[in-house]
């Protein structure tokens, strides 16, 4: 059981390339998120699902693009990086329950120069 | 909007002291209260999670309470450890939803 994947684990992008951040889960949860973590900050939300088809934006989703079409995967792009973009970002899963606790990947550290 | 604070932002303690991590929230309409754990560079991972009806939570040297009604949980750690050392996060979810919202983190550092 791998629990929530992520890769890459580090990346270092030029301004204006593009990439695409993979999260891939085997719990069969229904809800899966991206948030962005930025030093001495807490985790904001960048875009959810709760389920295959359907996505919908968090707190932060400028300049990002999500899809799900499988219950497992739930890939995050970036269409023309940032600085500001220059960040950790995590995947996350969990089920609609309020008895079950979310569950992380290990992050991906990206550096747009 | 939920909004998370978490008192105090840093801490650094001998070896052997009990502490009191604060989180408070602002909309009480919630599901449950989980508090994590984060090492530096890695991901974070789930310590305990408080159901909306219940009080308190324990595992091992952990402790959290819940009081809904006035926005507020606290993590006790027992006896604390040089391997306590993290920076540990309250997640609260909005009001009929279950997507949390994260408080900044409170860094511990527990030295020998």
């Known amino acids: 059981n791998a629990g929530v994947t992520q890769t890459p684990k580090f990346r270092i992008l030029k301004i204006g390339q593009s990439m695409t951040l993979q999260c891939t889960q085997d719990?069969?949860?229904?809800?899966m998120y991206w948030y962005r973590q930025d030093p001495g900050m807490g985790l904001k939300l960048i875009y959810y699902?709760?389920?295959?088809?359907?996505?919908d934006k968090g707190e932060v989703p400028n300049g990002y693009n999500v899809s799900r079409s499988t219950t497992e995967d739930f890939p995050l792009r970036l269409e023309l990086a940032a600085p500001s973009q220059t960040s950790v970002y995590f995947c996350a899963s969990s089920n609609e329950s309020p008895r079950e606790t979310q569950y992380f990947g290990p992050g991906t550290r990206l550096l747009v120069l | 909007k939920q909004e998370v604070t978490q008192i105090p932002a840093a801490l650094s303690v001998p070896e052997g002291e009990n502490l009191v991590l604060n989180c408070s929230f602002t909309d009480s309409a919630i599901y449950n209260l989980q508090w994590f754990r984060q090492d530096p560079g890695k991901g974070l991972t789930s310590l305990l999670l408080?159901?909306?009806?219940?009080r308190e939570q324990t595992s091992g040297r952990l402790n959290a309470s819940l009081d809904k009604s006035s926005g507020r949980s606290t993590l006790y750690i027992a006896a604390s450890q040089p391997g306590d050392s993290a920076t540990y996060l309250c997640?609260?979810?909005?009001?009929?939803?279950?997507?949390?919202?994260f408080g900044r983190g409170t860094s511990l550092i527990v030295h020998p």
């Open positions: 408080i159901q909306s009806s219940q």
């Open positions: 997640a609260v979810p909005s009001g009929g939803s279950y997507i949390p919202t």
């Open positions: 699902s709760v389920g295959a088809g359907i996505t």
């Open positions: 719990m069969n949860h229904n809800y």
